[in-house]
């Protein structure tokens, strides 16, 4: 009996306790939780001289090359991070952006126009 009158009081306490303070959660989509600085969100490619280096170190193989469009496959990306850290020039970077969820496979794969240089 004391014990069940210990463990309500104990209850009590630490509703009381918690009353006044704020949410711990965010109202998720009108709210957003900011993420950190190291944080591997979308990928976004600017600048590509088509070395190849991403190609290689990326290790689901979800990077493609072709003519002048430059893919990755959202689908097998890992997020990683080798493409943006191997990258000679620095084209690929990581965003902030981590909303990605969609039922439509096409947006999956993000496509950019490679510049030719000279």
Do not use: W
């Not at 989509?29 to 290689?56: A, M, Y």
């Not at 469009?69 to 990258?87: A, E, S, W």
Request: hydrophobic content about 30%.
């Amino acid at each position: 009996m004391l014990k069940n009158i210990k463990y309500t009081l104990l209850s009590l306490f630490t509703v009381f306790k918690h009353i006044f303070k704020s949410p711990v959660t965010l109202e998720y989509p009108e709210k957003k939780r900011p993420v950190g600085d190291n944080f591997r969100g979308k990928l976004e490619v600017e600048g590509c001289i088509k070395c190849g280096t991403c190609l290689k170190v990326c290790p689901t193989g979800a990077i493609t090359i072709e003519d002048k469009k430059f893919r990755i496959n959202l689908k097998k990306c890992m997020f990683c991070g080798n493409c943006t850290y191997y990258c000679p020039v620095k084209a690929i970077k990581t965003t902030q952006d981590y909303e990605l969820a969609t039922n439509n496979n096409e947006m999956l794969e993000l496509v950019y126009e490679i510049e030719e240089h000279k």
